[in-house]
């Protein structure tokens, strides 16, 4: 089998960065506090970058730096200055849509390699070969590119490195280039300050249009079921079934979106693709486990999109969310046995739950293996969101950062499907 790809994870903030290296992020991307495309992240300081990056390598794992705004004319002193402290800071790509800001990496930073953004919308090979010449290391093909157009790339444009996203949040958009925040909410996604406007719910008055050349012919007619619907969300994406002809293809990196999703969210997401990664290597491939447990994190059906001839619903979003059975996740050992646990939603103590061990291990912990006390060591029967407790649990693979779930037969049963 050939090198496996890259699994290229987001980490919106600090803690974020070390969810995704303790379940298996082989790469992160990331951005700073201005001048990206996800600016309510927060983001990272100059510092924290730093920190980041000494975290990262330890763990062999890469950061990629995300300057990927389409830049406006005031926004060049910050580029500027952005280049000027990323100089000195070991990262290990820059990710960037705009032609001049890359011509201002490359003769500034000309050490850091250059990853082309999607925003820049790749998708053929003569753009590919553009970008080649240019100086980039790497480009991230369109999101609007199926595989046949991805394999034909990918042959006819050596020395340079393709990225792919396979999971997460598509836009309505080509390639995330969105005017809808901009002319509702004056806040250009374009700039990091999408406000989503596709993922609201409308109510469809009046939309039936008739083109000029088909008299008396419907050519564009919009329907809702109900009063409300989100009748221009996407679906989101999810390819975990294909990461073999990635291989085969020789992808470089495939890449999850979702800077902005919980701590929680990413686990679960990372945990899954490293695992089809690593079982692939092993030749246990499982497709049905991993939709499994990523439809559990899904609002939305999880499409393979434009990358087969015809998208291919893969599984349809449950009728009632689950991410909210994310119960706890562990801060600190507090000796003999006990972990200092910060609750995110209410649970039982005497219910049964899991741990979210990487690799898809999901031990189950019954009413008899653990228990729930506050700082005073009183047992607590009720355990509610926002509390911080102590946890009683002799399981030794406990570690800092994991997470805990309420565990569902049937529904969380690791069997293939």
């Not at 090198?3 to 951005?31: C, F, I, N």
């Not at 079934?241 to 085969?248: A, E, H, T, V």
């Not at 919980?262 to 686990?267: D, E, G, R």
């Not at 998208?311 to 600190?332: D, Q, Y």
Request: proline fraction near 6%; aromatic fraction near 6%.
């Amino acid at each position: 089998m050939t090198t496996l790809p890259e699994l290229l994870v987001p980490a919106g903030d600090p803690d974020k960065l070390a969810t995704a290296l303790a379940y298996g992020a082989d790469a992160v991307y990331l951005g700073g506090q201005a001048l990206s495309l996800r600016a309510a992240t927060g983001g990272f300081s100059f510092p924290e970058l730093r920190d980041a990056v000494k975290l990262a390598h330890t763990k062999n794992a890469k950061v990629y730096f995300a300057l990927n705004l389409l830049a406006r004319e005031e926004h060049l002193p910050g580029v500027e200055g952005y280049l000027e402290e990323l100089a000195g800071i070991n990262v290990d790509g820059l990710i960037i849509a705009d032609p001049g800001i890359m011509a201002m990496a490359l003769k500034r930073v000309p050490h850091i390699p250059v990853h082309v953004s999607t925003q820049a919308s790749t998708s053929n090979s003569a753009t590919a070969m553009f970008w080649r010449d240019l100086g980039a290391r790497r480009v991230n093909v369109a999101r609007e590119l199926g595989a046949s157009r991805i394999r034909a790339m990918v042959e006819k444009v050596p020395n340079l490195e393709f990225e792919v996203f396979v999971h997460g949040a598509m836009c309505m958009a080509v390639s995330g280039r969105c005017l809808l925040s901009s002319h509702l909410n004056k806040r250009s996604g374009n700039l990091g300050q999408c406000t989503h406007p596709c993922r609201f719910d409308y109510k469809v008055t009046a939309v039936r249009l008739e083109e000029r050349l088909r008299p008396g012919e419907d050519t564009w007619e919009v329907r809702c079921d109900g009063d409300f619907s989100q009748v221009m969300a996407a679906e989101d994406l999810c390819l975990i079934k294909y990461l073999n002809w990635f291989c085969r293809v020789g992808i470089t990196s495939l890449k999850i979106e979702g800077r902005m999703k919980t701590p929680s969210y990413l686990a679960q997401v990372t945990d899954v693709y490293r695992t089809a990664l690593n079982d692939l290597a092993a030749g246990a491939f499982r497709p049905g486990l991993y939709l499994e447990e990523l439809q559990q994190l899904a609002t939305r059906p999880l499409s393979s999109a434009f990358f087969t001839p015809a998208p291919v619903t893969l599984r349809p979003a449950l009728s009632r969310s689950l991410t909210k059975n994310i119960v706890g996740r562990l801060a600190e050992p507090a000796g003999d046995g006990r972990w200092v646990m910060d609750v995110k939603h209410r649970f039982e103590s005497h219910a049964p739950l899991e741990i979210l061990l990487p690799g898809l291990s999901r031990p189950v912990l019954g009413a008899e293996d653990y228990g729930v006390e506050n700082a005073q060591g009183e047992r607590l029967a009720t355990v509610h969101g926002g509390m911080r407790v102590v946890l009683r649990c002799a399981h030794p693979g406990l570690t800092p950062g994991m997470f805990l779930r309420a565990h569902h037969p049937g529904v969380y049963n690791n069997k293939e499907s």
